[in-house]
């Protein structure tokens, strides 16, 4: 049995030894899981290219224990190499456990949002900003910042947050300019509350921060740098132009003030996506106005990525010069399974694992289908957008009602996963969040003859009507359905291990990608300090770890 290993990542050493061990665990499983699609899982027949002994073992384990396997959860039963496997990889993921940012930032003071502050923010959201703000404002005030800047803004809670909550000057960035008009609009509420509650404390009117917006799309480190240039506290007319809809900016926007005398400024970023939470950290390193960042990534899968050795990489990943030198690419297919969540898949009941896998099965045979009659169409890498939500409400009720016969007749529904019934979908996915219900087959029963309910040739024909019709194909009378799910079904139930084998090394590339973030920070020496923080519950927020970064001035050092 493999020995846990504890990785350190304190020093650029120590977190290059960590990503090393992992790219060489990794570097033997991107052919069998990582670059193979499960749609092609019955078209390749992917099951044979995986252990014998582990796919034997794992299509005759109870659905609950699949599920468990991205959180490393192994049982007594299963192979030693199987065991082996899922162990040492689940030792170099990064824990993401929600940390005690009290401990961790000293001074940090985190306040409950108000009713106010809180309108209009889902339980997830209000989580998370509470956290994240009290971090950014802890973190500002350690650089002494005189303005930060909410980067991917979306409609501004953290922004106003940080404004009306902390007292900070904020400017919040987006590229939408509806989000900027939501941002403006509520903070113009928000703000009649507070001017309320200061008139009747009779307080200041003059310390009361509100949010400016401006709407802008950041593509790169020039444009984030010119905005951060130009849109630190100025005088009115100043912050008047900024507010105009400029969708390049690319460096045209010119700073009336003096560039040496520019006040120190935050970038703050609430699961800013792909190459945003990227752009950044760069932007921190090279404009001297930044003195701290506090990045929360998301959204992996469209991370841009190059394999040069050599030079500068203006690319998503990797972001690392020891990275880079290893050669190493990911592909679309790894940042895809980087984005999948342990918590999210042992939050799942039976059920909704069933629907899970049942989909990815149903997505796997409309494969071949295409392959046989439409090869033209494959060619295209065809998308045919989220599908069994309407079967799952078809169908919901007959779950209540087949368990209700099943109790009355005290049979023993085996819970483990029916070969008629799999979901093709992801869990946590950024960019694959699908769910379909399954049937419970009887054919899984012990000892209920006569008792058999198989919709599941039934299904899979509307989820091939609805893709065909999304792609805007019109079913020929040659396309023979049966024949397809005939040839499928027999392999259905290894759809479920090979998929939960697959999903467990997504939160391990999910570290590499952190990992190389922090090292990139780690290896700029000694005038700056980053570390990794996760700030979240993972139940609740599964992105939960930020990057925060200081740059060491050494004014403030010997203070």
Same mark, same amino acid.
């Given at each position: 049995m493999t020995e846990e290993r504890r990785y350190?990542?304190?020093?650029? #050493?120590?977190?290059?030894k960590w990503i090393n061990d992992i790219i060489n665990?990794?570097?033997?499983?991107?052919?069998?899981?990582? /670059?193979? *699609? %499960?749609? *092609?899982?019955f078209k390749d027949r992917?099951?044979?290219?995986? /252990?014998?002994?582990?796919?034997?073992?794992? $299509?005759?384990?109870?659905?609950?224990n699949l599920l468990l396997i991205p959180s490393g959860v192994v049982q007594d039963?299963?192979?030693?190499?199987?065991?082996?496997?899922?162990? &040492?990889? $689940?030792?170099?993921?990064?824990?993401?456990?929600?940390?005690?940012? /009290?401990m961790a930032l000293p001074g940090l003071r985190m306040t409950s949002l108000n009713r106010v502050l809180a309108q209009g923010m889902n339980a997830k959201k209000r989580h998370e900003v509470e956290a994240l703000s009290a971090v950014v404002s802890t973190v500002a005030e350690s650089v002494r910042a005189h303005a930060i800047l909410d980067v991917g803004a979306g409609q501004g809670y953290l922004a106003q947050v940080l404004a009306f909550q902390y007292q900070h000057p904020v400017i919040a960035i987006d590229a939408c300019s509806h989000h900027g008009m939501v941002t403006d609009a509520r903070a113009e509420r928000i703000k009649k509350h507070y001017k309320s509650k200061m008139v009747k404390s009779r307080s200041d009117m003059q310390s009361l921060n509100i949010p400016k917006t401006?709407?802008?799309? %950041?593509?790169?480190?020039?444009? +984030? &740098? #010119?905005?951060?240039?130009?849109?630190?506290?100025?005088?009115?007319?100043?912050?008047?132009?900024l507010k105009g809809e400029n969708q390049e900016h690319k460096g045209k926007l010119h700073c009336p003030s003096d560039a040496n005398n520019r006040p120190p400024t935050v970038l703050a970023g609430l699961h800013a996506c792909g190459d945003l939470s990227v752009i950044m950290l760069k932007t921190f390193l090279d404009c001297r106005d930044v003195k701290a960042v506090v990045s929360i990534g998301c959204c992996y899968n469209l991370l841009s990525e190059e394999t040069s050795r050599d030079?500068?990489?203006q690319c998503g990943f990797p972001m690392s010069h020891a990275v880079r030198s290893t050669g190493l690419s990911l592909g679309k297919s790894a940042r895809d399974l980087a984005c999948q969540s342990a918590e999210r898949w042992r939050s799942l009941?039976? *059920? #909704?694992?069933? *629907?899970?896998?049942?989909?990815?099965?149903?997505?796997? #045979?409309?494969?071949?289908? +295409?392959? &046989?009659?439409?090869?033209? %169409?494959?060619?295209?890498?065809?998308?045919?957008?989220? &599908?069994?939500?309407?079967? $799952?409400?078809? /169908?919901? $009720?007959?779950?209540t009602g087949l368990e209700l016969h099943l109790k009355g007749s005290a049979c023993h529904m085996r819970q483990s996963f029916p070969a008629e019934s799999k979901t093709e979908g992801t869990f946590g996915s950024a960019s694959e969040n699908q769910t379909l219900p399954g049937e419970i087959s009887s054919n899984e029963s012990a000892g209920c003859e006569g008792t058999k309910i198989d919709n599941s040739f039934e299904n899979f024909e509307k989820f091939c009507q609805s893709g065909l019709s999304h792609l805007g194909i019109k079913r020929s009378n040659d396309v023979n359905l049966q024949s397809i799910w005939k040839e499928a079904e027999p392999f259905a139930d290894l759809v479920g291990p090979y998929w939960s084998l697959r999903a467990a090394l997504g939160p391990l590339l999910e570290t590499l990608i952190l990992l190389d973030r922090l090292l990139f920070l780690q290896e700029q020496g000694?005038?700056?300090?980053a570390y990794l923080l996760p700030i979240f519950d993972p139940n609740i927020s599964p992105r939960n770890v930020a990057i925060i970064a200081k740059k060491i001035d050494k004014d403030l050092r010997s203070s």
């Amino acid at each position: 049995m493999t020995e846990e290993r504890r990785y350190s990542c304190e020093t650029a #050493a120590d977190t290059f030894k960590w990503i090393n061990d992992i790219i060489n665990f990794l570097n033997p499983y991107f052919s069998i899981f990582i /670059n193979a *699609h %499960v749609v *092609h899982f019955f078209k390749d027949r992917l099951w044979e290219n995986v /252990n014998a002994e582990w796919i034997d073992c794992l $299509r005759r384990e109870p659905v609950q224990n699949l599920l468990l396997i991205p959180s490393g959860v192994v049982q007594d039963q299963w192979p030693a190499s199987l065991k082996d496997f899922i162990l &040492k990889l $689940r030792s170099m993921v990064l824990c993401q456990e929600q940390a005690d940012i /009290n401990m961790a930032l000293p001074g940090l003071r985190m306040t409950s949002l108000n009713r106010v502050l809180a309108q209009g923010m889902n339980a997830k959201k209000r989580h998370e900003v509470e956290a994240l703000s009290a971090v950014v404002s802890t973190v500002a005030e350690s650089v002494r910042a005189h303005a930060i800047l909410d980067v991917g803004a979306g409609q501004g809670y953290l922004a106003q947050v940080l404004a009306f909550q902390y007292q900070h000057p904020v400017i919040a960035i987006d590229a939408c300019s509806h989000h900027g008009m939501v941002t403006d609009a509520r903070a113009e509420r928000i703000k009649k509350h507070y001017k309320s509650k200061m008139v009747k404390s009779r307080s200041d009117m003059q310390s009361l921060n509100i949010p400016k917006t401006i709407t802008c799309r %950041v593509l790169s480190i020039e444009s +984030l &740098k #010119a905005l951060v240039e130009t849109s630190l506290p100025a005088d009115d007319l100043e912050q008047s132009m900024l507010k105009g809809e400029n969708q390049e900016h690319k460096g045209k926007l010119h700073c009336p003030s003096d560039a040496n005398n520019r006040p120190p400024t935050v970038l703050a970023g609430l699961h800013a996506c792909g190459d945003l939470s990227v752009i950044m950290l760069k932007t921190f390193l090279d404009c001297r106005d930044v003195k701290a960042v506090v990045s929360i990534g998301c959204c992996y899968n469209l991370l841009s990525e190059e394999t040069s050795r050599d030079g500068e990489s203006q690319c998503g990943f990797p972001m690392s010069h020891a990275v880079r030198s290893t050669g190493l690419s990911l592909g679309k297919s790894a940042r895809d399974l980087a984005c999948q969540s342990a918590e999210r898949w042992r939050s799942l009941d039976m *059920h #909704a694992g069933i *629907h899970n896998f049942e989909l990815h099965t149903f997505r796997a #045979a409309f494969q071949m289908v +295409l392959s &046989k009659y439409y090869p033209k %169409v494959v060619m295209s890498t065809p998308s045919i957008g989220r &599908k069994g939500k309407a079967l $799952r409400r078809q /169908n919901q $009720r007959r779950y209540t009602g087949l368990e209700l016969h099943l109790k009355g007749s005290a049979c023993h529904m085996r819970q483990s996963f029916p070969a008629e019934s799999k979901t093709e979908g992801t869990f946590g996915s950024a960019s694959e969040n699908q769910t379909l219900p399954g049937e419970i087959s009887s054919n899984e029963s012990a000892g209920c003859e006569g008792t058999k309910i198989d919709n599941s040739f039934e299904n899979f024909e509307k989820f091939c009507q609805s893709g065909l019709s999304h792609l805007g194909i019109k079913r020929s009378n040659d396309v023979n359905l049966q024949s397809i799910w005939k040839e499928a079904e027999p392999f259905a139930d290894l759809v479920g291990p090979y998929w939960s084998l697959r999903a467990a090394l997504g939160p391990l590339l999910e570290t590499l990608i952190l990992l190389d973030r922090l090292l990139f920070l780690q290896e700029q020496g000694s005038v700056l300090e980053a570390y990794l923080l996760p700030i979240f519950d993972p139940n609740i927020s599964p992105r939960n770890v930020a990057i925060i970064a200081k740059k060491i001035d050494k004014d403030l050092r010997s203070s």
